[in-house]
């Protein structure tokens, strides 16, 4: 199917909006929130595709520091990424251009759903509510928490390292000592939920070299419940694939549970 993309921008963070171009963009009450894992990249995918497919007004932020948006990668450009989302998504507040001026974007959205891939995942996780009207979230191959008994193998410092070397203008990293643990796991979980979501799905590929799938699918909904409180949160592991979002979605399973998820 063709896919229409308009770029907006919220306080200097890039959002790309992709939609079934046979729907007025003003005629959309659903969205999806599209969280890119690190190193990825921005533009259409197969889970951009799946859910304008279903009919899903679709935001792709170019998170803090990545590249077209502003500041640097570090958490409190993924926070200044999550408020600008909530502006642009529940207020309709954006521009055409980064230094435009501000004016009412032509939709009118009532429920949201927010996906994490990958690295994307530690995003949504810990900031899934400055965004309103989240109603559910959507995990793919998502490195939630870097403590091992989570299940992560990937080890953040080096990542980070890897990261900062290959892409050095794509990603705008902050020193890693900004990160205060967290890419060593050392990050504490919170005292109390952050907020409360309908549903959660958490989906893994059964050979994803990244992950201990034993320790995820022991651990994983516990770390889950620390920051969400849900009615409904589902590990699923997908046969015979691994981490890209390509071979997680090229199955029947996954498709059906991302397609329950924005009925």
Not at 13 to 27: E, G, Q, S
Not at 45 to 69: C, E, K, R, W, Y
Not at 170 to 192: F, H, N, V
């Amino acid at each position: 199917m063709k896919i229409k993309k308009k770029r907006y921008y919220n306080s200097n963070i890039a959002v790309d909006v992709f939609y079934n171009p046979k729907i007025d963009i003003a005629d959309f009450k659903k969205a999806a929130v599209c969280i890119s894992g690190f190193p990825d990249f921005v533009g259409i995918n197969p889970l951009t595709q799946l859910l304008v497919g279903s009919n899903v007004l679709v935001f792709q932020p170019h998170m803090a520091g990545t590249f077209d948006s502003g500041y640097s990668f570090n958490p409190e450009g993924a926070i200044r990424t999550f408020i600008a989302l909530n502006d642009l998504i529940n207020n309709a507040n954006g521009s055409d251009m980064p230094s435009a001026d501000i004016i009412k974007m032509p939709w009118n959205i009532d429920s949201v759903l927010l996906t994490g891939h990958s690295f994307g995942g530690f995003f949504v996780l810990r900031f899934f509510n400055l965004i309103e009207n989240i109603e559910k979230i959507l995990f793919t191959s998502s490195v939630l928490h870097y403590a091992e008994r989570f299940g992560c193998l990937e080890i953040g410092p080096e990542q980070y390292e890897k990261v900062s070397n290959q892409y050095p203008f794509t990603y705008r990293l902050a020193d890693i000592s900004e990160w205060m643990g967290m890419w060593e796991g050392k990050d504490k979980l919170p005292l109390t939920p952050l907020g409360r979501v309908r549903d959660v799905i958490i989906i893994y590929g059964e050979n994803d070299k990244y992950f201990n799938i034993e320790l995820v699918k022991q651990n994983l909904i516990e770390l889950v419940k620390s920051y969400i409180i849900s009615d409904n949160i589902e590990i699923k592991i997908v046969k015979e694939v691994g981490h890209p979002l390509i071979e997680l979605l090229d199955n029947s399973m996954s498709q059906d549970s991302i397609k329950k998820l924005v009925l």
